[in-house]
């Protein structure tokens, strides 16, 4: 038995992160087969050198929610590349650390009891970035709402 296991026992669960992208709860925006910008690497352009994912809730408020279309005058590419610009501004303007809070204002559509109408509104969308290990003790970055852990 390691040391480690010694000290906390063996362990009961385990959820990777590979495993979260493959159901849907993460999105990997470092996979080049999420076409953003087709041929083009996005995070390289926007000067993260890390491998970035977003949870499907933040990504559903900020860039694209599953299934739904667009505000007129919006696409993916644009709203992905202003959530990474305002993510590398603030790691730019931080302190330091492994934690970091930014906001995005993107236009989202105004949703009357659960049911979307044909208006849309600014809204400015409060997000949490984390840098921690991956699966390989790589670093990464995971950007979430606020209250997701």
């Given at each position: ?5 010694e000290?906390?026992?063996e362990?009961?669960?385990s ?5 979260a992208i ?9 996979d ?15 000067g ?7 949870t499907?809730?933040?990504f559903?408020?900020t860039?694209q ?15 992905l ?6 993510l ?8 330091g ?10 236009w989202n559509w105004?949703?009357i ?15 949490k ?16 709402l606020p209250?997701?852990?």
């Amino acid at each position: 038995m390691s040391e480690q296991n010694e000290f906390f026992g063996e362990v009961i669960s385990s959820y990777t992160r590979a495993e979260a992208i493959a159901d849907g709860f993460l999105v990997d925006l470092s996979d080049s087969s999420c076409n953003f910008r087709p041929g083009l690497n996005i995070l390289q352009e926007a000067g993260i050198k890390f491998p970035v994912a977003m949870t499907r809730a933040a990504f559903d408020r900020t860039v694209q929610k599953l299934g739904e279309p667009l505000p007129p005058a919006q696409d993916v590419s644009g709203r992905l590349w202003d959530v990474l610009t305002m993510l590398k501004y603030a790691i730019r303007t931080s302190a330091g650390g492994d934690l970091l809070f930014f906001t995005v204002r993107v236009w989202n559509w105004v949703y009357i009891k659960g049911d979307r109408t044909n208006r849309f509104k600014h809204e400015d969308v409060r997000l949490k970035a984390v840098c921690g290990p991956g699966d390989n003790a790589e670093p990464v970055i995971t950007i979430m709402l606020p209250d997701e852990d």
